[in-house]
């Protein structure tokens, strides 16, 4: 018994007990504020996720996921969440936490980690992102010098304490990929040739800058966007493993489908793969009757051969902001 949660569940058990002994129990001021009624109905979603059962998984690709058993993170010493949409994988939220806290004990008295979007509860698209669907993307403001509570303009970047931040995710290899605009590159590169005489080697594994063209491979890459703020990828290795794990369960591999054209019904795809239209209307979460559109992306969940089975097949990455 997780007793974090009794709260959370009692009000759930409130709320499920309201038709039938609502009127009689509690008194007329609380029964008839619909304003705590309509926040409480509001808050159902998070309380049931918080009560959510078993391992975060992290389905499908950063550009076209879904997010199950999220975690929501919450501001804390160091950090600061600005958004709603701050839903990740139970290591991406416990990283974000630790490392937060830990450029907050080296630097202490200066300003926050901030942190926009993350994902939706249940990850898949989120405005005005290409990527952040499935709970591994992470986006926050730049650290600032002085008293600033972010960096706007390069001149007031905290370059120390953001190479800090970055060396501790790098750190156990629990980010991929961040995403930085050549001028935050510039400002760090130089840092670290010059202040702390990184060898040459070290510094081409870790920087795009100065090449223009992107390098497969490099810690830091360059997006366009990403001027004011950074964009993370954290590996999150047991979520997408939790997800990979569950697809060759159910004997099946996951393929991201692209609709081309208008000949493509729900039964031409799954055909096409060896599957139902059932499967596809279930695991895309559409409506019976669904009509295909160009450019839709379609998870489907292609039947493995037997002996495949129980293997596991844990799906590419894309990239993206
Ligand atoms: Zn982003």
Redesign the pocket.
């Known amino acids: 018994m997780n007793f974090r949660r009794l709260p959370a569940l009692a009000l759930v058990l409130l709320l499920c007990a309201l038709p039938r002994t609502g009127q009689a129990t509690l008194p007329v001021a609380v029964a008839e504020a619909p304003a705590l009624w309509l926040g409480a109905v509001r808050a159902l979603p998070l309380i049931l996720a918080s009560l959510s059962p078993g391992p975060s998984r992290a389905v499908g690709w950063p550009a076209f996921g879904r997010l199950e058993n999220g975690v929501l993170a919450r501001s804390t010493t160091g950090l600061f969440i600005r958004s709603r949409q701050a839903w990740g994988t139970a290591e991406t939220v416990a990283g974000l936490r630790g490392i937060a806290q830990e450029i907050a004990t080296l630097y202490p008295g200066r300003g926050d980690l901030i942190v ?2 993350i994902s939706r509860m249940d990850g898949g698209h989120l405005n005005p ?1 290409r ?2 669907q499935n709970g591994r ?3 926050v403001l730049l650290y600032a010098l002085g008293d600033l509570p972010r960096a706007r303009d390069l001149k007031d970047l905290d370059v120390e304490r953001t190479w800090a931040f970055l060396m501790a995710l790098r750190r156990d290899g629990m980010a991929d990929l961040v ?1 930085a605009d050549m001028g935050i590159q510039q400002k760090l590169y130089t840092y670290a040739k010059k202040s702390l005489e990184l060898p040459q080697a070290e510094l081409e594994a870790l920087f795009q800058y100065p090449r223009g063209r992107k390098i497969k491979g490099t810690f830091l890459q360059h997006a366009k966007g ?1 001027r004011t ?1 950074m ?1 993370i990828r954290f590996a999150s290795p047991q979520a997408v493993a939790a997800s990979a794990l569950e697809d060759a369960r159910r004997g099946v591999e996951r393929v991201a489908h692209i609709v081309v054209g208008r000949k493509e019904t729900l039964a031409t795809v799954a055909a096409q793969y060896g599957t139902t239209p059932e499967s596809i209307v279930s695991e895309n979460r559409l409506g019976p009757r669904t009509q295909l559109r160009r450019g839709q992306r379609l998870f489907v969940l292609k039947p493995l051969p037997q002996a495949q089975v129980n293997a596991g097949h844990p799906p590419e990455d894309a990239q ?2």
Request: aromatic share 0%; glycine share 14%; no cysteine.
């Open positions: 926009t979007d992102h990527t952040h993307d992470v986006d995403l990403h703020h964009h993206g902001g």
